[in-house]
């Protein structure tokens, strides 16, 4: 809600596509002569299960137009099981999509409908049913994907001419400053160099030896004759991360196709990574959504503890 109490739909619009799966659960619980009848299908309505299997897919698809405030999404897989016991029905729903944010709502709501379908088709022959324990059992997909406490102390570097001079504010560097500390990453302080300077190297190495694990530079990436970033800073890394800038530049140019000139870096020396990225605002703001929380997880296999 806004400062005025106004509900909102939140906006997934800045949220990687992803593929995304969930799965729920759910009990409904009735008299076992109610299960015996269900067992030989003996119920006046028919199949129970076929009906309530059937219910439950189509409320997943569904979902959006019975929670308000929940997305629409592409779901492009759903399934159902039911186990009987003695005196209740265990159901548990599974859905994939490939989208913007999580599919956990829908498969609360199949097991939801198909537990209520049961009920209905129940009811005449049993009062006393009752539906209960339905819960997340898991989702994958998004940002829980690469869950990790490790938070890299980080260093942030803006290489512009006018905000070195004070004719520009550096809003650049506030956003990946904001971002990080957000995130839980200690950071050390924002540096404002000329592009070009001389001094880039030199804070980089302070940096790696005090600590720094997580380099972050933003301007000087382009096609000018003064964005000399990369050029800087090329023969410094010990390996280069392709996954990082092609994840970087697909991002970048699914928003704007002349994202397609930026000369964004990614790579390790020694025990740090150093990532280049435009001066652009908006371009920064892409690499955040991009590089939190996955970059994270790359600091524990760096030390050779794998992807676990």
Not at 71 to 79: A, I
Not at 281 to 298: C, E, N, R, T, Y
């Amino acid at each position: 809600m806004d400062e005025n109490i106004n509900i909102k739909m939140v906006d997934v619009t800045e949220k990687t596509v992803t593929v995304r799966t969930a799965k729920a659960s759910g009990l409904i619980r009735m008299k076992p002569e109610t299960i015996q009848l269900l067992l030989g299908d003996n119920l006046p309505k028919g199949n129970v299960f076929t009906t309530a299997k059937i219910a439950g897919i189509q409320a997943a698809k569904k979902t959006a137009e019975l929670i308000p405030l929940c997305h629409p999404l592409n779901v492009s897989w759903v399934d159902l099981q039911f186990i009987m016991s003695e005196d209740q029905i265990y159901i548990e729903a599974v859905a994939k999509t490939k989208e913007a944010t999580g599919i956990e709502m829908e498969v609360l709501t199949a097991v939801s409908v198909a537990a209520l379908t049961i009920y209905d088709m129940c009811k005449s022959v049993d009062k006393e049913m009752t539906i209960s324990e339905i819960r997340l059992l898991e989702k994958t997909g998004g940002k829980s994907d690469h869950a990790t406490e490790f938070r890299p102390k980080v260093g942030i570097i803006t290489l512009s001419d006018g905000v070195a001079s004070g004719h520009r504010e550096d809003i650049s560097g506030k956003i990946l400053l904001d971002g990080f500390k957000n995130s839980g990453c200690e950071t050390a302080e924002v540096v404002v160099l000329p592009d070009g300077s001389e001094n880039l190297k030199k804070t980089i190495e302070t940096w790696i030896q005090t600590g720094v694990r997580l380099i972050l530079t933003t301007g000087g990436t382009g096609l000018g004759p003064r964005d000399s970033t990369i050029q800087i800073m090329e023969p410094l890394l010990d390996q280069k991360l392709l996954g990082i800038e092609q994840a970087l530049h697909a991002y970048g140019r699914s928003k704007k196709s002349t994202a397609m000139l930026s000369r964004l870096m990614a790579g390790t020396v020694r025990k740090s990574i150093v990532i280049c990225l435009p001066g652009n605002p908006s371009a920064v703001k892409d690499a955040l959504a991009v590089l939190i929380p996955s970059i994270f997880h790359a600091f524990p296999i760096m030390e050779g503890e794998g992807h676990s």
